[in-house]
């Protein structure tokens, strides 16, 4: 019988790290992460795929292909699509790897939500977004109600929704952990959560809780890799988000036309490259306080009931 560990995210958390310099240099163990555990058909499947269309049997004739005693599987993606997906197929995704996998361990990696907001929008803006970052992140609609219908308002478009399918938005509900914690230990016997700032700031705490998770000594390579805490992904700065979001309003004009998108993704490249600053971009005063209001009850309730995960340590970042 296998041992599965599931790694399941959340984004933004140090994931690229993990699956880079950590679970394929950990002896005894075969790593399984990206991209074969996202492109892979069977995977891709197992994800997007809805209930009426599924082949449950694919998935798992994919995973018995699995090798060695200790498995490792990584997808940040497990924990639901994020952007315009509004995380709306995370419980068929947890309940597929529960099928396929139920005596697994899964490893959920936490950050505090305002960062990890502000991090997905720096990333997603190096592609291309051109929504400022309070504009990336919905906190508030106007709602359309049975009275609106009765005096023939019949023209509230498609991007007011509560989730708009056609705008790459971040609605703050996909970062409510307590129903993902809720989801994941409701199926799999053992769920192990580590926050994102204890790697940042004390990565030899987290390389032990992990080395706990495996039941195993980590090799030098991979104890490096925890002491040199080598940062992988980052995001833009602010100078270059903001040029970024204007470059990127020209994305669809130009996509039609091979030489006009070259001279696009040129100017972007010298933006990243040449643009310096040390300043970090930040939510308005306003969208701020609306999502630390947001999340700030839900906080409060996972860390009396998961004392554990030391939430007071970062109260500033997940309880004031």
């Not at 790290?17 to 069977?42: C, D, R, T």
């Not at 005693?69 to 419980?91: A, C, D, M, P």
């Not at 990336?136 to 005096?151: A, G, L, M, Q, S």
Request: glycine share 4%; charged share 25%; aromatic share 16%.
């Amino acid at each position: 019988m296998k041992n599965f560990f599931i790694h399941i995210g959340m984004p933004r958390t140090g994931t690229t790290f993990l699956q880079k310099k950590v679970f394929p240099n950990i002896e005894g163990f075969n790593s399984y992460s990206l991209p074969y555990s996202h492109y892979n058909e069977a995977f891709h499947k197992m994800i997007y795929m809805d209930d009426s269309l599924y082949d449950e049997e694919e998935f798992l004739k994919e995973v018995r292909q699995f090798k060695g005693e200790n498995v490792i599987l990584s997808n940040e993606n497990f924990i639901g699509q994020s952007l315009f997906y509004y995380h709306s197929n995370r419980t068929r995704i947890a309940q597929r790897l529960h099928k396929a996998m139920p005596n697994a361990t899964i490893i959920l990696y936490l950050r505090n939500q305002i960062d990890i907001l502000k991090s997905l929008y720096l990333i997603t803006v190096s592609w291309k977004e051109s929504k400022s970052l309070d504009e990336f992140v919905w906190t508030k609609r106007d709602p359309y109600t049975i009275n609106n219908y009765h005096d023939g308002n019949l023209n509230y478009g498609e991007k007011e929704g509560y989730y708009s399918t056609f705008e790459t938005h971040e609605r703050l509900d996909g970062y409510i952990y307590n129903n993902l914690i809720e989801l994941y230990k409701d199926l799999f016997p053992n769920v192990e959560i580590i926050l994102y700032e204890d790697f940042i700031n004390d990565p030899v705490k987290v390389q032990k809780r992990l080395e706990n998770i495996f039941s195993c000594n980590f090799n030098e390579t991979v104890s490096a890799s925890f002491k040199n805490k080598e940062v992988m992904n980052q995001g833009v700065n602010k100078r270059q988000a903001v040029w970024l979001s204007k470059i990127n309003k020209w994305q669809d004009v130009v996509e039609d036309s091979d030489f006009n998108s070259r001279a696009l993704n040129r100017l972007k490249r010298w933006v990243k490259n040449n643009l310096h600053s040390d300043k970090e971009l930040e939510f308005s005063a306003e969208v701020r306080q609306e999502i630390v209001d947001f999340y700030r009850p839900y906080n409060q309730a996972l860390a009396k009931k998961y004392p554990e995960l030391e939430l007071e340590n970062y109260a500033k970042e997940y309880l004031l």
